[in-house]
């Protein structure tokens, strides 16, 4: 049983220790995510970049298909019209490679616009991803903040307090020192008033002696040693 209640206690301390262990500090621990994050980021806006560059080189390449084609066409004409039937035939030959070559273009430009739109739509969510991570990486940034201020303040809270509470002892211990010494001198003042004590340092001899003169002395024996026999209160 007590060694039950010694491990329960262990664990409890273990627990408590853990508890009270610096939190680990967020604004350290998302600096590598962010890192791959922007860099995710920047190789999909290189992709949409490239792609963009070779959407423009197929529009320039149909456009010149586009032009060319006719020109084929026109020299085929005036080549029957020469009687040069294997110049037309030539004429016609390119003109029909061109035809094939502007088709597989604009498939290949549908396909390209498509595949920009893809990287766009990515690019925009990642974007929005980041954003996001990061406003909830400086919300928690702030809250750890706050929370290791709070623990600081709370800290230097606590050494005032008992600062101040010492600081109080002492006080207290003071006032009562003080408290004594004024009764001591009243005290004091009440026997020089009551000519008790004399403070002037020319007495000497007993007690008795100092409280008053002599012949005052011898008075007031005898007063007393009358009264007595007179069977008087003193």
């Known amino acids: 049983m007590a060694s039950l209640i010694r491990k329960f206690t262990s664990l409890v301390k273990s627990g408590l220790e853990t508890l009270l262990e610096p939190a680990e500090d967020p604004r350290e621990k998302f600096v590598s995510p962010q890192q791959r994050q922007a860099g995710l980021l920047a190789r999909v806006r290189e992709a949409l970049e490239h792609n963009a560059a070779l959407h423009a080189r197929l529009d320039k390449r149909a456009a010149q298909l586009q032009s060319k084609i006719p020109q084929l066409e026109e020299m085929a004409r005036k080549s029957v019209a020469d009687g040069r039937d294997d110049l037309a035939r030539l004429a016609l030959q390119q003109r029909q490679f061109a035809l094939v070559e502007l088709k597989t273009v604009k498939a290949n430009t549908l396909e390209v616009q498509l595949e920009e739109q893809r990287i766009a739509i990515l690019e925009q969510r990642l974007t929005a991803q980041i954003e996001t991570m990061r406003v909830r990486q400086e919300m928690t940034a702030v809250r750890y903040t706050a929370a290791e201020s709070q623990v600081m303040v709370s800290e230097a809270i606590n050494g005032v307090s008992q600062e101040l509470t010492d600081l109080g ?63 008087s209160p003193l």
């Open 169 to 231: 002892q002492s006080l207290e211990q003071t006032e009562q020192k003080t408290e004594n010494m004024q009764a001591r001198a009243y005290a004091i003042e009440q026997l020089v008033d009551l000519d008790v004590l004399d403070l002037s340092g020319n007495t000497a001899g007993d007690p008795l002696g100092q409280q008053m003169p002599q012949s005052e002395f011898e008075i007031t024996i005898e007063q007393q040693l009358s009264a007595l026999k007179k069977h």
